[in-house]
């Protein structure tokens, strides 16, 4: 097996969907036609600062990762997040969501940038376990307002 991780290109959409699917499906989130395009869009934006990258075994797209640059006031530098990374069930365990996360670090050492960070979910120990053998766990606890459910309490 040799995995080539590249930047998405147009002809990607179909086979990125399908794992954007089937990631979304994994966190048990609806992934509409509208917010897949939305992402598309901004993936193959010059000018958007979501990036994606696939990694590719010959034809076949396998896994997936999305990222993004964020300041970071008080080191007074720049980061790289990591929003999305998902390798297809029947891949995993070969190393792809390893050299995925290389790539973004690759791509985060070439910016300069002072550090590379994501979130998973608490129960997600398989990803753990891949993540505690390449970077190290923090001490930050994640909360977040959600708006739109915010909105649509207001409504009622």
């Known amino acids: 097996m040799s995995i080539e991780i590249r930047p998405v290109k147009d002809g990607d959409f179909f086979a990125w969907l399908d794992l954007y699917a089937k990631y979304a499906e994994f966190y048990e989130t609806e992934l509409t036609d509208q917010r897949a395009l939305v992402l598309w869009s901004w993936l193959t934006d010059a000018e958007h600062e979501e990036l994606g990258y696939v990694a590719v075994d010959g034809d076949r797209i396998v896994g997936l990762a999305h990222v993004r640059e964020f300041a970071r006031p008080l ?16 891949e995993r365990g070969k190393g792809i969501g390893r050299q995925l ?3 973004v670090r690759s ?6 940038l002072g550090v590379v960070q994501w979130i998973t979910a608490a129960d997600n120990a ?3 376990h891949v993540y505690d053998s390449v970077a190290s766990k923090t001490t930050w606890v994640t909360y977040e307002i959600d708006l739109v459910a915010a909105q649509g309490e207001e409504t009622a």
């Open 107 to 112: 791509l985060a050492e070439e910016r300069r």
């Open 126 to 128: 398989a990803a753990q």
């Open 101 to 103: 996360i290389a790539a």
């Open 75 to 90: 080191e007074g530098d720049r980061g790289l997040f990591l929003d999305d990374l998902y390798v297809l069930e029947d």
